[in-house]
């Protein structure tokens, strides 16, 4: 779990409101701070400000898509490094091709995912390798 004096942020981008909710409220739970972003542009904004630890990325977003919000991050100085885990309904297999090569720490499929899965995923990410104990989402 995050046990850090500043809460990591965590900013969520997804246009399904009851989803990112779910998503916020589990993870504010065990001590992050998170924000939610439901379409592309707000997202670029409010990863800009926030400069978070971690964006969970949907894909399929109104305005900009997710794929392009990682494009337009990882071409801007203050994007570059931000870690992101991508979570869509789309298969890898059918998103955009080379999304890997932007340096994504994962996908996942949101209809293979329970909710105890974002915790265990966002722990995984965040937890220095000497803190975590040995996680698995099969």
Known sequence: MNESPVPQKIVIVEDNTGLAEIYRTRLELIGYRCFVASNGQQALTVIEEQKPDLVLLDLMIP????DQVLAKMRA?????NIRVFIISNLNEADATAGLR??????????????????????????????????????
Do not use: R
Not at 63 to 66: D, L
Not at 76 to 80: A, D, F, L, M, R
């Open 101 to 138: 090569d932007y340096g994504i720490e994962g996908y996942a499929v949101k209809a293979n995912m329970v909710y105890d899965d974002i915790d265990k995923l966002v722990d995984k990410i965040l937890t220095p390798s000497t803190q975590q104990e040995s996680v698995s989402l099969e």
């Open 63 to 66: 305005i900009i898509a997710g």
């Open 76 to 80: 801007s100085e203050w994007g570059k």
